[in-house]
T-cell receptor, first 110, second 114 residues
Framework: QKEVEQDPGPLSVPEGAIVSLNCTYSNSAFQYFMWYRQYSRKGPELLMYTYSSGNKEDGRFTAQVDKSSKYISLFIRDSQPSDSATYLCAMSAGFQKLVFGTGTRLLVSP | DTAVSQTPKYLVTQMGNDKSIKCEQNLGHDTMYWYKQDSKKFLKIMFSYNNKELIINETVPNRFSPKSPDKAHLNLHINSLELGDSAVYFC?????????????FGPGTRLLVL
């Protein structure tokens, strides 16, 4: 069993939909949680960063961390075709050793 | 003004050859990384250097040897390339510090071993 589990998708939604992306993890030592977005043939770019449990909002994006359930989520409101990409969750117990999920491919159709 | 850059972007080579990938960052970070992303998009850390010192060395064959001539550069040399080495290799950098684990990635080097 992988340390971080993420549904690979693809997840197809119409423009304007609310998207929910999720990861579960097994290592209770993880305390730093990130979401990266990766466009085709590009490097991952950081979208959201959260420390410990709680919510964080940035524009159309909301990240949630529930450490008691070992579950993190990324919500995208009013999704746009430009949001079509692979979304990677990543987490760390510290010392900058990130463990990534396998990524969820999101397709937003106009 | 690219933050993390890699060369080359594409590398096609024969089995058994030796090749190098270069990485440079201009963010002033003190920590650099090499990751391998396989065909299923799974991104896994290979090495990490902090101030030119190796701090993370995952279970990677010794054919892979990272070298950090200074804080802004981390190169990856691969000896005796094998078919299974075909992947996208990403360099990343970060600034070590309490409460910040964010890493910034380069554009990737696509390696194809024939």
């Amino acid at each position: 069993q992988k340390e971080v589990e993420q549904d690979p998708g693809p997840l197809s939604v119409p423009e304007g939909a609310i998207v929910s992306l999720n990861c579960t993890y097994s290592n209770s030592a993880f305390q730093y949680f990130m979401w990266y977005r990766q466009y085709s043939r590009k490097g991952p770019e950081l979208l959201m960063y959260t420390y410990s449990s709680g919510n964080k909002e940035d524009g159309r994006f909301t990240a949630q961390v529930d450490k008691s359930s070992k579950y993190i989520s990324l919500f995208i409101r009013d999704s746009q075709p430009s949001d079509s990409a692979t979304y990677l969750c990543a987490m760390s117990a510290g010392f900058q050793k990130l463990v990534f999920g396998t990524g969820t491919r999101l397709l937003v159709s106009p | 003004d690219t933050a993390v850059s890699q060369t080359p972007k594409y590398l096609v080579t024969q089995m058994g050859n030796d090749k190098s990938i270069k990485c440079e960052q201009n963010l002033g970070h003190d920590t650099m990384y090499w990751y391998k992303q396989d065909s299923k998009k799974f991104l896994k850390i290979m090495f990490s250097y902090n101030n030119k010192e190796l701090i993370i060395n995952e279970t990677v064959p010794n054919r892979f040897s990272p070298k950090s001539p200074d804080k802004a550069h981390l190169n990856l040399h691969i000896n005796s390339l094998e078919l299974g080495d075909s992947a996208v290799y990403f360099c990343a950098s970060s600034q070590a510090g309490e409460g910040d684990e964010t890493q910034y990635f380069g554009p990737g080097t696509r390696l194809l071993v024939l």
